[in-house]
Every structure is written in C-alpha cells, then in structure tokens.
C-alpha cells in the first residue's frame, strides 16, 4: 500500500516526512481536517496520530492546531464514523 506524505516541522522544528491517514471536509464548521502520523510510538504501542485543520494558501496548504471545542467534537464525530464504518 503506498501512502501519500507531508512534509511538517516536528516539536524539534525539523523537517520531517509525515503519513497522511484521511482527510475530510466539516463544512459545518468551514474546515478541512487532516490526521497524520509521524511513525512515533505512542501509548501502549500504538502510532500517535496528529490531527490538524489544512488551510488553503496561495502555495498549498498551512497546517493549524484545532482551535475550539467545537471543531475537536466535529473532527471526533467524524473520526469516530470512519472507524465504526457507520455510512450516516
């Protein structure tokens, strides 16, 4: 299976490849949401996931943290569906 990547800064300000999981519009709250992972062991050794709202720029995309609680519930809600398979 290939997997598109990303490069982003990690908590180190490196540059590094990261694996894009999904993406996925809410446009509830007007937001493009990506998850990814940068291959780090997280807890009881599961990947750590990242999940980010993709804003578009004049030369691609800017990656932002979730701002508020709302956005976080949208993003969940929807993670939670693609997980469960749920089609609603």
């Known amino acids: 299976m ?8 990690n908590d180190a300000q490196e540059q590094v ?9 809410i446009p509830e709250i007007d937001r493009n949401i990506l998850v990814y992972t940068l291959n780090e062991e997280g807890r009881h050794g599961t990947a750590k996931i990242y999940v ?7 030369n691609g995309y800017r990656l932002e943290n979730l701002a508020s609680e709302q956005e976080w519930q949208c993003a969940v809600q929807v993670l939670k569906q693609i997980t469960k398979g749920d089609g609603q």
């Open 2 to 9: 290939l997997l598109r990547t990303i490069t982003v800064e």
């Open 17 to 25: 490849n990261a694996a894009i999981l999904c993406t996925f519009a």
């Open 52 to 58: 980010a709202s993709a804003v578009p720029q004049d």
